[in-house]
């Protein structure tokens, strides 16, 4: 098994909608540690390291539109380093 570590900055209607706390939820069905974050640009910085194929299945949900309560425009992906997260949060 691969651990990967990808960061995903998720655009549109993604702040004020339940959007942090549904990413926590999957994540950590999938076993994923990581953070959800809100950026002062409007779109949410999501940090998830775990598994690779279930890192690929949360930026698959993230990229069909996350919660019902959001709606998605564009996910920008990019890989980072490994960080050693024990948990998947929420961070303020």
């Known amino acids: 098994m691969t ?22 939820m999957q994540a950590r069905a999938l076993n994923l ?8 640009d409007g779109r949410v ?7 690779k194929e279930q890192v690929e299945h949360l930026l698959t949900w993230l990229k069909n539109g996350g919660p019902r309560s959001a709606s998605v425009t564009q996910v920008h992906t990019e ?13 303020y």
């Open 3 to 24: 651990k990967i570590c990808v960061a995903a900055y998720v655009a549109g209607r993604v702040q004020g909608v339940g959007f942090r706390y549904s990413t926590q």
């Open 33 to 40: 540690a990581g953070y959800a974050y809100n950026m002062d």
């Open 45 to 51: 910085e999501v940090v998830a390291e775990g598994e």
């Open 79 to 91: 890989p980072r380093p490994l960080q050693g997260f024990s948990r998947f949060q929420i961070r």
